[in-house]
C-alpha cells in the first residue's frame, strides 16, 4: 500500500484546512446561537457519521453488497478479538476527555493549554517505544519546537476572575498528566494496528467506531442524560451545528488516512498548522488582536515543519533486532 508523497500531502492538507474550519466553526456555534446544543450528542452523533462513511467506503472497496457482507461478518462481527483490541484506544480516549474536563475545573485555561502541549512529544516518545521507529536528533529538535511554537500561538495571560473557584492544582496537573499520556498511547496504538496487518483501513475505522459510539453513548447519559431526556436528543441543533458536525466526520476519516500512510507526530503537525489557521480565521471573523507571542510561535511552528517532514519515512518501521530502546532514546 505505497502511495505517492503527492497523496500524502493532499491528505495533510485536505486534514489541516478541515480542522482549522472545524475550530472556527465550533466557537461560532458555542459564542453565536442562543440555545446551546448538547455538545456530547454531536460527539455521538459524529461517531456515527464516521462509521457510516467507513461502511460506505468499504462497500465501494469491496465492489458488491455481498462482499461488504461477508467482510462485515468476518472482520468485524465475526471477529470480537480484534473489535475488543480496537475498543483500548475508544477508552482510552474516553478516559482522556474526562482527564481533560478535571484538569481544566483545577487549572486556569492559559496553564492547561500551555502544559497540554506537552502531548506533541509525549506522542514521539510512544512512536518510538511502541512502533521500533528512530528519530533523529533534528527530528526531535523540531518536536520541541513545535512543542514550543503552539504553546505560543495559544499563549493567553491569565486574567484576574471576580469569582473565586476553589481549585487543586495538584490534582489538575495530575488529571493532565493522565490525560496527555492517553492521547499519545492511544494515538500510536491505533497506528500500529493499521500498520501491523493487511486488514483494510475501513474495516479497522468500523472496529474501533462501534465501541466508540457506545462509549460516547454512555458519555451522553452520564454528563447530560437528565437534560437530554428533558429537551431532546437534537435540542438546539442548527444547519450551522449539522456543519460543524459534518466537518469533525470526515476530519475524522482523514485522521485515519493520515496515521495510516504517514504517522502520529505528523498528525501533531497538521493540527498545529491548523492551530495557526484557526487563530488568522478568528482576527477576522471574531477580530481577535494578534500579539508578538503569536507571530513567534506562528514562525516557530513553520520553521519545525520544515526541519521534520522532508526527513521523516513514516510509511515503514524499522526492524526491532536494528536498534533497542535504551539506544533509540540514546539519540535524542
Do not use: H
Not at 450528542?41 to 462482499?67: M, P, Q, W, Y
Not at 483500548?88 to 486556569?108: E, G
Not at 500500529?192 to 458519555?219: A, E, F
Request: proline letters at 2%.
Amino acid at each position: 500500500e505505497n502511495v505517492s508523497l503527492l497523496f500524502k500531502l493532499y491528505c495533510l492538507t485536505v486534514m489541516t484546512l478541515i480542522a482549522a474550519a472545524y475550530t472556527v466553526a465550533l466557537r461560532y456555534t458555542r459564542t453565536v446561537q442562543t440555545e446551546l446544543y448538547f455538545s456530547t450528542t454531536a460527539v455521538c452523533i459524529t461517531e456515527v457519521i464516521k462509521l457510516f462513511l467507513s461502511v460506505g467506503i468499504l462497500a465501494k472497496e469491496t465492489g458488491s453488497l455481498a462482499r461488504l457482507i461477508t467482510s462485515l461478518r468476518e472482520n468485524v462481527f465475526g471477529s470480537p478479538k480484534e473489535l475488543l483490541k480496537l475498543s483500548v484506544p475508544s477508552l482510552v480516549y474516553a478516559v482522556q476527555n474526562n482527564m481533560a474536563f478535571l484538569a481544566l475545573s483545577n487549572l486556569d485555561a492559559a496553564v492547561y493549554q500551555v502544559t497540554y502541549q506537552l502531548k506533541i512529544p509525549c506522542t514521539a516518545l510512544f512512536t518510538v517505544l511502541m512502533l521500533k521507529r528512530s528519530l533523529t536528533k533534528l527530528q526531535w529538535f523540531s518536536v520541541f519546537m513545535l512543542c514550543g511554537g503552539v504553546t505560543l500561538v495559544q499563549w493567553k495571560p491569565a486574567q484576574a476572575t471576580k469569582v473565586q473557584v476553589e481549585q487543586n492544582p495538584w490534582l489538575g496537573f495530575g488529571a493532565i498528566t493522565v490525560a496527555v499520556l492517553c492521547s499519545g498511547f492511544a494515538g500510536v496504538f491505533f497506528e500500529k494496528i493499521l500498520k501491523s496487518s493487511d486488514t483494510s483501513l475501513w474495516v479497522r475505522n468500523i472496529q474501533m467506531y462501534l465501541p466508540g459510539i457506545v462509549v460516547t453513548l454512555i458519555g451522553v447519559y452520564l454528563s447530560e442524560g437528565a437534560q437530554v431526556l428533558e429537551k431532546g436528543f437534537f435540542y438546539g441543533y442548527t444547519y450551522y451545528v449539522w456543519f460543524v458536525i459534518l466537518l469533525a466526520s470526515v476530519g475524522g476519516v482523514y485522521t485515519s488516512v493520515v496515521v495510516k500512510y504517514t504517522d502520529n507526530i505528523m498528525k501533531g503537525f497538521s493540527a498545529a498548522a491548523a492551530i495557526v489557521l484557526s487563530t488568522v480565521a478568528s482576527v477576522l471573523l471574531f477580530g481577535l488582536q494578534l500579539t508578538a507571542t503569536f507571530s513567534l510561535g506562528a514562525f516557530l511552528v513553520c520553521v519545525s515543519i520544515y526541519l521534520y517532514v522532508p526527513r521523516q519515512d513514516a510509511t515503514k518501521t524499522q526492524p526491532a533486532e536494528t536498534k533497542t530502546s535504551k539506544e533509540r532514546l540514546a539519540t535524542v
